[in-house]
């Protein structure tokens, strides 16, 4: 059961470190698409959607501070689900959609529930700080 959670946070973080690592190899490309969809500064965004996507993916990946990263990534896919994936304006984005909303799912999921035994969080945890021994 211990493996459990690991292999959870490693499905969930590989879409959002496949994504960033393929937007900085395409960032012009990306940009332009951004900034047809009618966002503002297109490139700032690009940079700042990079590294919650990298940061959050991270995080999961070693299951280090799992809930920020995780609120990192809720925050990129809110406004990207709505932007991008948007069913009312294109039906044909209904899978990519609900899809979206799982993985919001389940980044709650690890907010409620953390990293998991096999994570840097956890071991975090057992170190106890060292008290110190005072003799009179």
Not at 37 to 46: Q, T, Y
């Amino acid at each position: 059961m211990k493996y459990i959670p690991l292999a959870a946070r490693i499905c969930l973080c590989s879409i959002f470190l496949n994504s960033g690592i393929s937007k900085i190899f395409g960032f012009s490309g990306t940009a332009v698409m951004m900034a047809n969809k009618g966002l503002p500064i297109a490139g700032i965004l690009l940079l700042f959607t990079i590294a919650f996507q990298l940061l959050g993916g991270f995080s999961l990946l070693l299951g280090y501070k799992v809930k920020l990263g995780s609120i990192l990534l809720i925050l990129f896919l809110i406004p990207a689900t709505l932007v991008f994936h948007n069913p009312l304006a294109d039906p044909s984005q209904l899978n990519s959609f609900l899809k979206n909303i799982g993985l919001i799912g389940g980044l709650l999921m690890v907010i409620y529930a953390g990293a998991g035994a096999l994570s840097i969080d956890s071991s975090a945890k057992k170190v106890q700080p060292r008290q110190e021994v005072t003799t009179h």
